[in-house]
């Protein structure tokens, strides 16, 4: 897939039926329909995002890789998906429901806390939605790309997921994707066409807070919606490199990071930002809230830089393991839990 950069070279129904689908759909990746085969390897392949699901850790990864761990990452075992698409993200609105996304346009729900999976949407069905969002818009451009995205089969990615609790979610991606559900993922709705993105710039990271969303992309795109979706306005850009991710601390800050060390934060829902020190060279390509309102950032070499809840500087903590880290999650005994390209990995946090 030309052009998904830096980040997807790292993440390495809903139509009525057979009849309803494009004339290409034949050609489906069988990976779509079929399960993720259970292996031994699994404990060391390349996880991509990790998530808490009340006590429980859950981390995906490649080929439809999900691994469990209730010893707060000390061990792992796999989870049963029924799809070999790599997942990129993975959330929890609370401890038994989740959802899990990624390439080919794949979004799975879990009712048991990462145990067991079923396929709410891909790529061939998200295809469809975009084009029928784009005809009720009545937008020629927006026709135009979606019927390229219907043409181009079920090959774009998802990268990350937010849910504001177990009715309420979004899920954003490659070439403007974005999508929303109220009802727990029963039904997807496509909100691509409505976003002023008209490069069709990836998505990388959303974040939601009662009914404001924030997008953070490609080439330094911020996005900002305060009625819960049904529109966005652009905002002004501090940064004209690709942010990869987005996080929100407990207190309601945001955090944008990516390319060459760039860390960014907003106290007024994006509207100015802050710019953070990082000191790293690299890119920084995962970050999570903590419960002191602060939070914690973490370079592609899994260098930790710890951020408080008020004030721009930050406390690096050098990896003592350099790992390629894709992303992370607080267990709930306080350690770092890190989804890597070499497996999971766990950090302890310094006590002051």
Request: a positive charge; charged letters at 20%.
């Amino acid at each position: 897939m030309a052009g998904v950069t830096r980040r997807q070279a790292a993440l390495a129904g809903l139509l009525g039926g057979a009849a309803m689908l494009p004339a290409w759909a034949a050609s489906v990746p069988a990976v779509l329909s079929q399960a993720a085969l259970p292996t031994p390897k699994a404990l060391g392949a390349a996880t991509l995002a990790v998530a808490r699901a009340g006590d429980r850790l859950v981390a995906v990864g490649e080929r439809g890789t999900v691994l469990l761990s209730d010893d707060h990452g000390a061990s792992w075992r796999q989870a049963q998906v029924p799809v070999q698409a790599s997942l990129a993200a993975v959330c929890f609105a609370d401890a038994r429901t989740g959802w899990a996304a990624g390439h080919l346009g794949v979004i799975l729900r879990s009712d048991d806390a990462g145990a067991s999976w079923h396929k709410q949407l891909d790529g061939v069905q998200a295809a469809e939605l975009v084009k029928q969002a784009a005809q009720r818009s009545g937008d020629a451009k927006a026709m135009a790309q979606a019927e390229r995205l219907v043409e181009e089969g079920a090959d774009k990615p998802f990268f990350d997921l937010e849910f504001l609790d177990a009715q309420r979610g979004f899920a954003v991606g490659a070439y403007n994707l974005m999508f929303a559900t109220d009802d727990g993922g029963k039904s997807w709705a496509a909100l691509g066409p409505r976003l002023p993105n008209p490069k069709s710039l990836h998505l990388y990271g959303v974040r939601a807070r009662g009914r404001t969303l924030v997008v953070a992309g490609e080439q330094g795109l911020l996005l900002r919606s305060t009625d819960g979706g049904a529109s966005f306005s652009a905002l002004a850009s501090p940064y004209k490199g690709s942010f990869f991710g987005l996080l929100q601390t407990r207190g309601g800050a945001l955090v944008a990071y990516g390319l060459r060390g760039t860390a960014w934060r907003s106290g007024d829902e994006g509207q100015h930002w802050d710019k953070l020190d990082t000191g790293l060279p690299m890119a920084v390509g995962a970050g999570t809230a903590l419960p002191n309102g602060g939070f914690v950032l973490l370079g592609q070499a899994g260098d930790a830089l710890l951020g408080g809840a008020d004030g721009p500087a930050l406390r690096r903590i050098p990896a003592r393991e350099p790992v390629p880290v894709s992303g992370v999650a607080l267990a709930a005994d306080g350690a770092l839990v890190l989804a890597s390209l070499r497996g999971m990995r766990r950090v302890e946090l310094p006590a002051h």
